[in-house]
């Protein structure tokens, strides 16, 4: 996982007779492929490419439906602010700087709309349930603190009897099955890549908090995965 | 009198995991984490499952979005082109 670092710089792009100033990124960082396919995607969806728009939205819909969820009161709720999310950088595309990336300024749009349902909604944020509970269940350690089940490493699994679409499949049902906050703080940390300090400054929580619910949600991730493990062995 | 800090049972520093591989845990807890991970073969384990969840969770795709949510997506765009 890498923070995507772009400096930008604007060139300008004819569409339909009106001169666009479409953001171009001179890449700072390695291992930024994937952000190097946005700003394609971007160029192509200012010349009205239609096959780049649903390139985006099987790329980003899941995220902005995960993290619109944290704000809102049900699945449908997020799934309306992702709608309104896509129309607002439909409108708004052309006046897209490239100060941020494509992905981050998705993300802000999608927050900033699903903050304010969520106020329509008198829903209040919901504060992460397992914050006091262990990350391990107490059942598995000895009195003394010692595990008394201890881990066996995903590793063997997946070498003797999983390939590595396996381990990526129950991973993303693990996600999945988090709840608020931890499925979207994991979801922008980990399957998105941002840094814990953008997670912190889109969500609006301390970096404190964000570590702390990341801690849990991985927590999480991984007894669920290692269960699945567990159920796959013959 | 000032007390030692006392070597982590498992239990403790399985919740310092997380923080770990991030580099947010402070130096100190952080030897006393690679202190005990080296006598350890559990929380060794452990802590590779958890690496290795993490950049599974970097590695994951896009779920398969229903065929009519992206249909209804493109709808909007095609409606939004022609008006614009």
């Known amino acids: 996982m890498s923070n995507h670092q772009a400096t930008s710089t604007t060139a300008g792009l004819w569409s339909r007779g009106r001169r666009i100033v479409a953001p171009r990124f001179e890449l700072t960082a390695p291992g930024t492929v994937l952000h190097v396919d946005d700003v394609e995607l971007l160029e192509r969806l200012l010349g009205g490419d239609e096959s780049a728009f649903t390139e985006l939205?099987?790329?980003?819909?899941?995220?902005?439906?995960?993290?619109?969820?944290?704000?809102?009161?049900?699945?449908?709720?997020?799934?309306?602010?992702?709608?309104?999310?896509?129309?607002?950088?439909?409108?708004?595309i052309e006046k897209f700087e490239g100060r941020s990336s494509l992905k981050t300024w998705l993300l802000r749009i999608c927050v900033n709309r699903a903050r304010t349902s969520g106020v329509k909604e008198h829903r209040s944020i919901p504060v992460d349930p397992n914050e006091s509970?262990?990350?391990?269940?107490?059942?598995?350690?000895?009195?003394?603190?010692?595990?008394?089940d201890p881990p066996v490493p995903f590793t063997d699994a997946v070498d003797t009897r999983l390939d590595?679409?396996?381990?990526?499949?129950?991973?993303?049902?693990?996600?999945?099955?988090?709840?608020?906050?931890?499925?979207?703080?994991?979801?922008?940390?980990?399957?998105?890549?941002?840094?814990?300090?953008?997670?912190?400054?889109?969500?609006?929580?301390?970096?404190?908090?964000?570590?702390?619910?990341?801690?849990?949600?991985?927590?999480?991730?991984?007894a669920i995965v290692e269960e699945a493990m567990k159920g796959s062995k013959i | 009198m000032k007390l030692l800090p006392s070597p982590l049972v498992c239990r403790d520093a399985v919740e310092l995991v997380s923080d770990y591989l991030d580099g947010?845990?402070?130096r100190r807890q952080r030897r006393r984490l690679e202190k005990h991970l080296a006598e350890c073969d559990a929380c060794t384990a452990y802590l590779d499952q958890m690496r290795a969840t993490i950049a599974a969770s970097g590695q994951v795709g896009p779920d398969d979005l229903p065929s009519d949510v992206v249909d209804g997506l493109v709808n909007l765009f095609r409606k939004y082109r022609n008006e614009n």
């Not at chain 1, 993290?67 to 449908?76: D, K, L, N």
């Not at chain 1, 709840?179 to 969500?203: I, K, M, N, Y």
């Open chain 1, 57 to 92: 939205v099987r790329r980003y819909q899941p995220t902005l439906v995960k993290v619109a969820r944290y704000y809102v009161a049900s699945v449908a709720s997020a799934e309306d602010v992702a709608q309104d999310t896509w129309i607002a950088v439909l409108k708004g």
């Open chain 1, 133 to 148: 509970g262990p990350s391990v269940s107490a059942h598995r350690f000895d009195r003394g603190g010692l595990w008394s």
């Open chain 1, 164 to 222: 590595n679409s396996a381990l990526l499949n129950a991973v993303r049902a693990a996600i999945d099955e988090l709840g608020d906050p931890q499925q979207a703080v994991v979801t922008l940390r980990d399957v998105e890549g941002l840094s814990t300090q953008e997670v912190a400054t889109l969500l609006e929580l301390s970096e404190a908090n964000v570590r702390v619910i990341l801690h849990r949600g991985r927590a999480r991730v991984r």
């Open chain 2, 24 to 26: 947010t845990l402070p």
